[in-house]
T-cell receptor, first 113, second 119 residues
Framework: AQTVTQSQPEMSVQEAETVTLSCTYD???????LFWYKQPPSRQMILVIR??????QNATENRFSVNFQKAAKSFSLKISDSQLGDAAMYFC??????????FGAGTRLFVKA | DGGITQSPKYLFRKEGQNVTLSCEQN?????MYWYRQDPGQGLRLIYY???????QKGDIAEGYSVSREKKESFPLTVTSAQKNPTAFYLC??????????????????FGPGTRLTVL
């Protein structure tokens, strides 16, 4: 079965520092997409970053970057220069194509001023 | 502005009642989705629709029903058969369903959600 595991229910980071959120997944597929979504207190889901499995290069979007380890089935999110507005729930998601997207349980990130 | 709207934002239901959650999009997307979100769990797919007048069950369809009479609209009815309906419900849409490596990826855009509480 395809599963997504986020082992950190909560994380905390000091403003301006760097934090890494962990995600592992299980699949027998070789081609798929991985995402990190942000859900702020407004509860609007926002796509933060996307990684195509066939690309070896790690995706980067401004202060957000991923460490994609395909063999280890690991997909961590690094947030640099953390800001108060980064405080949110973060969901890791696996998408093999078609209609299906499997979400992890989420990691709540707190940012301390 | 293009986007997805959901209404109402908060909904209260008495046990035994059916309620309908609205989802409208003006993005001209073919595919639409309904997800349920519970504390400590990720989003779970209830139903999805790839095209007008067609929809498919997701992982947790029991106790729910949908219709897709118009491209822009994908209402979700929570029936009295749903034993634990209290949850946060999210609607999403995409241009189509992804074709994988060779078909490209169609990003899902989410609405603001509806919080349903059973009294």
């Amino acid at each position: 079965a395809q599963t997504v595991t986020q082992s950190q229910p909560e994380m905390s980071v000091q403003e301006a520092e760097t934090v890494t959120l962990s995600c592992t997944y299980d699949t027998s597929e070789s081609d798929y997409y991985l995402f990190w979504y942000k859900q702020p207190p407004s509860r609007q889901m926002i796509l933060v970053i996307r990684q195509e499995a066939y690309k070896q290069q790690n995706a980067t979007e401004n202060r957000f970057s991923v460490n994609f380890q395909k063999a280890a089935k690991s997909f961590s999110l690094k947030i640099s220069d953390s800001q108060l507005g980064d405080a949110a729930m973060y969901f890791c998601a696996y998408h093999p194509g078609g209609f299906k997207t499997i979400f992890g349980a989420g990691t709540r990130l707190f940012v301390k001023a | 502005d293009g986007g997805i709207t959901q209404s109402p934002k908060y909904l209260f239901r008495k046990e035994g009642q059916n309620v309908t959650l609205s989802c409208e999009q003006n993005l001209n997307h073919d595919a639409m989705y309904w997800y349920r979100q519970d504390p400590g769990q990720g989003l779970r797919l209830i139903y999805y629709s790839q095209i007008v007048n067609d929809f498919q069950k997701g992982d947790i369809a029991e106790g729910y029903s949908v219709s897709r009479e118009k491209k822009e609209s994908f209402p979700l009815t929570v029936t009295s058969a749903q034993k634990n309906p209290t949850a946060f419900y999210l609607c999403a849409s995409s241009m189509g369903t992804s074709g994988g490596l060779y078909g490209g990826y169609n990003e899902q855009f989410f609405g603001p959600g509806t919080r349903l509480t059973v009294l």
